[in-house]
């Protein structure tokens, strides 16, 4: 049997920023994006320097704004408020995790709707429900991309998505809904699985489970997109990053299928990108 076509989602964000980088000049003005980062968690500033270098690549200008650890909820408070005032700019990002005292809930409703190129403020997330223009979270942007590539009708295809994270999982499958998908949402206390996944036509995994995926639990030929990034280690004790899906196995099942790393997180950076110049393309428009 032939094994599947892998998403090859390194080259799929490149065409996105090749695009992007088209969009920045024909915009003509400054295109920016500001994070902010509190506290030195070293992933966030790993993502922060991966962020500043791919914004450059497409012609954004990145600015992190840094508080210390110990800055209180209101002084966070106080950053965004301005920011979301500053007309100069016109996307914000709140790098994850906060520190303890900071509400992550409250600063992430706080970032101007319009602005809020992460799609965390809940009125990008209602939006997306009612269909409407909306700046959409990258990683379910960057999983609809995946699917579309591959081609295949979404219309009537049945999807289930694994993982309803109100950042992942849950806007994946309003997403589908909207593109008239059948689809079923699942989560850790879901109790028939298997008998779920291998009705699906399209699979998508946001567990953070590794090996959860198996090749018995995949329809033949069916689109698998693995949104897991895990950190495990191999019997000689090295580390390394897999997904929640068996590629091994589902590959020799499965139509489509994503890699990790080099699938979804590549096309998440892409989206966040795509969203900034959008905000930015939005930001000209008359706000009524
Ligand atoms: P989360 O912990 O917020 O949510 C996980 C969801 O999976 C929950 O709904 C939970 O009920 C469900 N779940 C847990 N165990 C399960 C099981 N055994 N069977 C079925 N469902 C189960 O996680 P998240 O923020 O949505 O992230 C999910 C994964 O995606 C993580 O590995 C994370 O690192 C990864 N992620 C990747 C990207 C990317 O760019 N590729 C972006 C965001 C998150």
Redo the contacts with the bound molecule.
Sequence with gaps: MATATIIDGVSLANAVKDDLFRRVEVIGGRVSLDAVLIGDDQGSMLYAKNQAKACEKVGIEYTLHQLPETAPHVQVEELILRLNNDPKVTAIMVQMPLPKGVRADDIQSLIAPYKDVEGVNPANIGNIVFGRRSLVP??AL?VMEMIESTGIEIKGARAVC????????KPVAVLLMQAQATVIS?????TN?DELTLGADILIS????PN?IRSKMVKTGAVVID????RVEDEHGKKRTV??VDFDGVKEVAGFITP?PG???P???AMLLRNTVQAAELNKLPRT
């Design positions: 990258c990683t960057a694994v993982g309803a994270s109100t950042i992942v999982g699942t989560n850790e206390y879901t699985h946001a567990a953070g489970v959860l949104v897991g990034i895990n997904g929640d990790v699938g979804v997180g096309m998440t950076v």
